[in-house]
């Protein structure tokens, strides 16, 4: 208990920036280890889902920050290789 209280505490003290790429991280790592995209069906991966729906949304309205562009455009190319892929084939 103490370590979620620990990693709120953590988050509150980071910049946005630094959030932001740890958020990025982690959907790249889950897209590389799982070899698919976060699912709307399973509730443990509706923050990345979420965060992946917001920063397209911000992309198409040209708000994105032009230091996150380029990363996040190296995101949604891996996204697309697993994109509708059936996990369980």
């Known amino acids: ?5 620990d990693d709120r505490i953590y988050q509150m003290l980071m910049t946005q920036d ?3 790429m740890v958020k990025y991280n982690e ?8 070899h698919r995209n976060p699912s709307r ?10 965060w992946l729906k917001a920063n397209r949304k911000k992309l198409n309205a040209g708000g994105l920050k032009k230091d ?3 990363s996040f455009k190296v995101l949604l190319a891996l996204s697309e290789q ?3 892929k059936n996990q369980y084939a």
């Open 1 to 5: 208990m103490n370590y979620v209280l």
């Open 18 to 20: 630094e959030r932001w």
């Open 27 to 34: 959907v790249v790592e889950f897209i590389k280890a799982n």
């Open 41 to 50: 069906h399973r509730i443990e991966e509706h923050d990345m889902l979420n």
């Open 68 to 70: 996150r562009l380029s």
């Open 82 to 84: 697993y994109k509708r």
